[in-house]
C-alpha cells in the first residue's frame, strides 16, 4: 500500500502546479469524468481549475492564510511556511526561479484510482489527466522533470499513436537521496507544526519531493491538449484511447445522480466506489474469513451500498464554501443503512432556543429502534453476543449488583427524539456565561426520576418549583431535571430558563440562522449549528478575565471557549479583531432521502455579518 500512496503523493503534486500562481479564465465545455474509466475506485474532478481557484482565493480561510497579520498565530502560521517550502522545492525540481512559476495549465483536472476486475490493493492504478493552458511553459516544465527523472530511474519511451510516452522506474535504493531536495532529508517531525513552524514544513517537503518517495513505475504523456499521468505505459494508452469512445465514468448512472439530486453541483467533482472497494475486500479474504466477511457485510446493510458522490464549490456570492455528499442506497435498508436512514424532521430550532445560542445540534434518536437494529445486526452472524448484549440491558448491575434493574424497560424505552443540544452565551461575558443544555423528550417522568433517585451520593435531589431536580455533587453548577415531557440535563441557569415561558426572538427567526438554513434541506434527522463568530468573540473575551474566571469553580463551557484562544496573542486587539473578522456562522445537516443519506455543510462569508 506504500506504493500506492507514494504514487498519489507524485499525481497530487502535479496537481498543485495549478495552486502556486493562476492563469486568466477560459471556460471549458469537458467533462472531467469523460476521462476516467467508469468503474474507477474513486474520482475527484474539477471542471475548470481557474474557477474554482479563483473561488478559494475569495474565501475567508485563503484570506487569513495569507494574512501577514496571522503568521504568528498557531495553527494559522503552519499554512505560509507549508505554502513557502512547497513553492520553493517545485521550483527546484522544475529547474525554474520560484518568483517565475506560472499556472501552465486551464480547464478540466481529473484524478482517479482504479483497478482491473478481480484485482486487489496491491493492482490499484493512479490516473491524473490535466488541461493544457500554457503549453510552452507546460512543454519546458515538463521537460525538465524528464531531465530530473532520468537521473535517478530507469527511463525508456514508448510510441503510442503520435504521442511519446515516457516511463520511468525506481528500485528501493537505488534514487539519489538529494536529487530533489537538496540537503539529506531530516526526520519529520509532525509535532514541530505547533513549535517550530518552518521546520515542520521542511521536513514535511523533504517527504514529499525525496526521490526516495518515487512511486515504483510512472509513466507521463503530454499532448497538444493535456498532461497525463499514470503508473505505466498500458494505463497512459487506455486514457488516450478514450478519445475514440467508449464508455467513462461521466456515462456511469451513480456519477450523474450528482447532477440529478445535488443541484446546484459546484465546480469539484468526486465519486467513491463503495460497491468496488467491497468486493475487493471480500475477495482479500479467504476460507472462513470471506465467509465471515460476507455474513457481517449482509449485516451492515452492504449489498443495499451504492457509491458516495459529491461535490464542492468555494466563494460564492453569499457563502464561502459548501460541500455534500450522497450515500446512494438501494432495497430495503438494513443494519448500517437503517441506523443512518433515521427520520427526518425540520431543521429549525424550537423557540425555547433564544438568538443567545451559539452552537446548536439536533439528532432525531429514537433510542429503542436504534437498539433493536444493532441487536438484529449482531444476533445474524454471532447470536450469543446478541443475547449477551440484551442480557447487559435487561440485568443491568447499577449500584447494587444483587438487585439488577431492567435498564432497557426502566428508562431507555421512555426516550423519544429529538435529542437536542445547545450553548447559549449570556451577557456579561465572565463565569457561567457559557450555558450548556441537553434535553431529550421522554414518555415516563416518574420513571426517570426513580432511576435517578438511585444514584445517592452522587446526585443531590431538590425541588425546583414542584419538579425534582438533581444536581451533581462533583459538578457544582450543574443539574438533571425531567419535565413533564422533558429530560433535561446541562447548568442550572440553562435548565431554569428552558423551564420558563419563552420571551424574544428566538434562534430560528435570526439572520444569521436564516442564511444558512436557505442552503440546506428543510429537513433533516442530524443539524449542527455554530455561530462561530459569536464563540470566538466570547472566548478572547474570557481570556483577558482569567483572574475572575480563577475564583470560582471550573465551568466546562467557559473552559471549552478557551480552547479556541490557545496560540493567540490576547493581549494584541488588532491580531484578535482581524482573527475574528475570519470567522463565520456554519451549518450541517444529514437527512434520509428516497435515493440515499445526504450530508450538506455551509459555511457562510465572514463579510456578511
Known sequence: MNRELARLTVLLTLLAVPFVACADDDKSPIDPASWAPIDC????????????????????????????????????????????????RLAKALDVPAEQIKNPFKGPVAVYVTAPPGGDANSITPGLVAGVGDRAVLRQYYDNAVKRLKAVAKYESVEAGGQTIDVFKTEPGSADPNSAVGDAP?????????????????????????????????????????????????????????????????????????????????????????????????????????????????????????????????????????????????????????????????????????????????????VPNLLDEIERMVRQNAPESADSMRRGLEEFPFIDPQKPMNLRKEVLDHLVGPL?????????????????????????????????SAFQGMLMPRDAGGTQAFDLALMPGMSIMPTNDQLLAGSVAAIESATKPTSGESLAESDNWRRAARFVPEQAWLTLYFDNRRMLETAFELARKQDELQKGPPDPGVMMLLTMTEGVNTDDPATVRRLVGYAAPSIVTVATTPEGVRVTGVTLRASED
Not at 43 to 63: L, M, V
Not at 263 to 271: D, E, R
Not at 427 to 449: E, S, T, W, Y
Request: charge should be negative.
Open 186 to 366: 531530516e526526520s519529520f517531525d509532525p509535532a514541530l507544526a505547533a513549535t517550530d513552524p518552518a521546520r515542520f514544513a521542511a521536513g514535511m517537503m523533504d517527504k514529499v519531493f525525496s526521490s526516495d518517495s518515487l512511486p515504483p513505475a510512472m509513466a507521463m504523456c503530454l499532448t497538444d491538449d493535456r498532461l497525463v499521468v499514470s503508473d505505466s505505459a498500458d494505463a497512459v494508452k487506455a486514457i488516450l484511447r478514450r478519445d475514440g469512445g467508449g464508455r467513462t465514468l461521466a456515462d456511469a448512472d451513480d456519477f450523474k445522480a450528482i447532477a440529478r439530486h445535488l443541484k446546484p453541483v459546484g465546480n469539484i467533482q468526486f465519486l467513491i466506489n463503495l460497491p468496488r472497494l467491497l468486493q475487493m475486500a471480500r475477495a482479500a479474504q479467504e476460507g472462513e474469513d470471506a465467509e465471515s466477511f460476507a455474513k457481517w457485510t449482509r449485516a451492515l446493510g452492504g449489498e443495499g451500498l451504492g457509491s458516495v458522490i459529491g461535490h464542492i464549490r468555494f466563494g460564492a456570492s453569499n457563502y464561502d464554501a459548501k460541500y455534500e455528499m450522497l450515500f446512494l442506497m438501494t432495497g430495503e435498508r438494513a443494519g448500517l443503512a437503517k441506523i443512518l436512514s433515521m427520520e427526518n424532521r425540520p431543521i429549525a430550532p424550537p423557540a425555547s432556543v433564544s438568538t443567545d445560542a451559539a452552537l446548536v445540534a439536533s439528532l432525531n434518536l429514537n
Open 420 to 452: 437536542l443540544v445547545h450553548m447559549s452565551i449570556t451577557k456579561p461575558v465572565g463565569p457561567g456565561c457559557a450555558r450548556f443544555l441537553i434535553a431529550m423528550g421522554h414518555k415516563d417522568q416518574q420513571a426517570l426520576v426513580r432511576f435517578l
Open 41 to 88: 475506485l474513486f474520482y475527484f474532478g474539477i471542471t475548470d481549475i481557474d474557477e474554482a481557484w479563483q473561488g478559494f482565493e475569495k474565501t475567508a480561510s485563503y484570506r487569513m492564510f495569507n494574512d501577514p497579520a496571522m503568521k504568528d498565530v498557531e495553527g494559522v502560521n503552519i499554512f505560509a511556511p507549508v505554502f513557502k517550502e512547497f513553492k520553493e
